[in-house]
């Protein structure tokens, strides 16, 4: 099986990355991490707050939805991370009781030909160390007027496992969509993650990453990594 920092950097241009799981130790925790070509794309920031995590503008050039938005939401036992406006959407769907899998149906890519970039995401039911239910998956263009819905489902995640999702697998010359799920090992613990990870993101593109820890009520225990 992979691991996780071989998957995340696995490629020179990832994009944006999200995985959920428990570490070697069996602590919960998720992670997000951008990578960006453009002037504008690299002109972010993650801001953390209690029960939220938000991509933000840097540069004072205003809101772009397709660049900034809440890529984090939490309550005291459930979790979703992803790459966009979905995860609000999502989010209020999964407080209706809606299977993520079911809502992901409503979910479309991005609109920005000629790449049309994957929406991904990772949620998760939260009970101390257990996380149940966890749903990772995306929404990708199979065609420009066809949309593909991958996902993984594990009733329950174990221990040193996660699941994983990026939204490309190329180069930032050549830009190769995934969207493609997958289980990958975690051979360390959820607080040194955040180092391992960023030192396997090219420097050139690495814009921000955030590990969160599941085991607590709110992310204010996240780490940040920042250009």
């Known amino acids: 099986m992979a691991t996780l920092v071989d998957v995340a950097g ?58 900034h938005y809440t ?35 409503n979910i479309d890519y991005e609109p920005d030909p000629p790449i049309r970039t994957p929406r991904i995401f990772a949620g998760a039911v939260t009970e101390g160390p257990e996380l149940l239910d966890v749903v990772v998956g995306s929404a990708r263009s199979y065609s420009a007027d066809q949309v593909q819905h991958p996902s993984l489902f594990l009733r329950r995640s174990e221990e040193a496992t996660a699941g994983v999702v990026t939204t490309y697998a190329g180069s930032a010359a050549e830009v190769v969509t995934d969207g493609y799920p997958l289980t990958v090992s975690v051979e360390a613990e959820w607080e040194s993650l955040p180092d391992l990870l960023w030192a396997r993101l090219d420097p050139r593109l690495r814009v921000g990453l955030v590990v969160i820890p599941l085991h607590v009520e709110s992310f204010e225990e996240a780490i940040v990594r920042r250009r």
């Open 10 to 67: 696995g490629c020179e241009y990832p994009g944006r990355g999200v995985a959920i799981g428990r570490d070697i130790d069996g602590v919960p925790f998720a992670a997000y991490w951008l990578t960006g070509r453009s002037p504008a794309s690299q002109q972010r920031e993650l801001v953390v707050a209690e029960y939220e995590i938000v991509v933000q503008d840097v540069s004072g050039a205003g809101t772009d939805e397709l660049r």
């Open 71 to 105: 890529a984090a939401i939490r309550t005291e036992d459930w979790v979703i991370v992803g790459n966009g406006t979905h995860v609000s959407e999502l989010a209020g769907t999964h407080a209706d009781c809606v299977d993520l899998q079911v809502a992901l149906r």
